[in-house]
C-alpha cells in the first residue's frame, strides 16, 4: 500500500504545486538580501538527506496508523461480517487519503524552506498556507550552535541553531498556545551544518569589528564620500570632548 501511495502523490505533487505557485502565490525561489555591489548572496536549501529524514517519520507513523485502522476493520468483520464488508471502502479511503496528504505536505515543506546569507545579515523563509520569512542580523547574533540527533547523524545532516540578543521562550499566547521564539533562528537539515556555522562566526566577528573609522568598510557599503568625512568628524569631535572633560 505504501508504495501505492508514494507513486499517486508523485503524480499529484506536480499538478499541486503549480495550483500553489500560481494561485496562491506560493514563492518557488528564495528571497532575497540587500547587498552591495558585486557581493555575492548565498542561497540554499536543506538537504536531500532532510527530506528522506523526513519520509523515514512519515512512513513510520502511516504504518502504524495505517495498523490500526486495518485491526478495527478486521475485529467489526469477524464480529459482524456484512457490516465490516460495507465499512471496507471507508477503511481504504481513511487508509490512503490521510497518508497521501500528508506525503504531499512533506515534500511541500521541503521545496519551500530555503536559507539565505549575506555579508551583513541570515533570512529564512518556509511555509505553505502561511509563509513565514524572518532576517537575522549578525550584530544581534549572541550564539550559534549545532544540534543533531542519532537518527539525524544517519542521514547525514544537523541543525545550526542562531540565538539573538533578548532569547529566550517564545512563551504562550491568551489562549494557551505556544508563541514563536523571535529570536531564534534555525537552520534546518542541512548536510555542511559545521562549515555553515564557521561562515556565520566569522561574518559576526567581522560585524562587530567594523566602526565608523573603518575607511575600508564606509567605502564598500556604497556611501558618498562627503557622508563619509561627517561621520569622521563626529566620531573625531566625540573624542575630543571626552578628553577635554
Known amino acids: 500500500m505504501s508504495s501505492q501511495v508514494e507513486r499517486a502523490t508523485k503524480w499529484m ?16 525561489h528564495p528571497p532575497t538580501l540587500p547587498a552591495t555591489p558585486g557581493e555575492q548572496i548565498r542561497s540554499f536549501r536543506p538537504s ?9 517519520q512519515f512512513w513510520l507513523t502511516f504504518l502504524i496508523f495505517d495498523a ?21 471502502p471507508l477503511a481504504l479511503t481513511l487508509g490512503i487519503v490521510p497518508g ?13 524552506t530555503w536559507y539565505v546569507l549575506s555579508q551583513r545579515s541570515l533570512r529564512i523563509r518556509s511555509g505553505i498556507w502561511v509563509i513565514h520569512e524572518a ?16 537518527i539525524e547523524r544517519w542521514f547525514g545532516i544537523a ?15 491568551s489562549h494557551g498556545k505556544s508563541l514563536p521564539n523571535f529570536h531564534r533562528g534555525e537552520i534546518a ?32 557599503r556604497g556611501w558618498p564620500a562627503e557622508h563619509a568625512a561627517v561621520l569622521r568628524e563626529i566620531r573625531d569631535a566625540i573624542r575630543n570632548n571626552i578628553v577635554t572633560e
Open 13 to 28: 505533487y506536480g499538478g499541486v504545486w503549480g495550483i500553489l505557485t500560481q494561485w496562491f502565490r506560493v514563492p518557488d
Open 48 to 56: 536531500e538527506g532532510f527530506l528522506r529524514y523526513l519520509k523515514l
Open 68 to 88: 490500526l485502522i486495518l485491526i478495527a476493520w478486521s475485529a467489526v468483520t469477524a464480529a459482524l461480517p456484512i457490516i465490516g464488508l460495507w465499512f471496507a
Open 100 to 112: 497521501a496528504v500528508a506525503y504531499l505536505a512533506i515534500n511541500l515543506r521541503y521545496d519551500t
Open 135 to 150: 532576517t537575522i542580523t549578525f550584530e544581534n547574533i549572541q550564539n550559534v550552535t549545532v544540534e543533531s540527533g542519532p
Open 159 to 173: 541543525n545550526v541553531i542562531v540565538d539573538t540578543a533578548g532569547g529566550g521562550e517564545g512563551g504562550k499566547n
Open 189 to 220: 537539515g542541512i548536510s555542511n551544518a559545521a562549515e555553515i556555522r564557521q561562515l556565520i562566526l566569522s561574518r559576526l566577528l567581522l560585524s562587530k569589528s567594523v566602526g565608523l573609522g573603518d575607511e575600508t568598510y564606509t567605502a564598500s
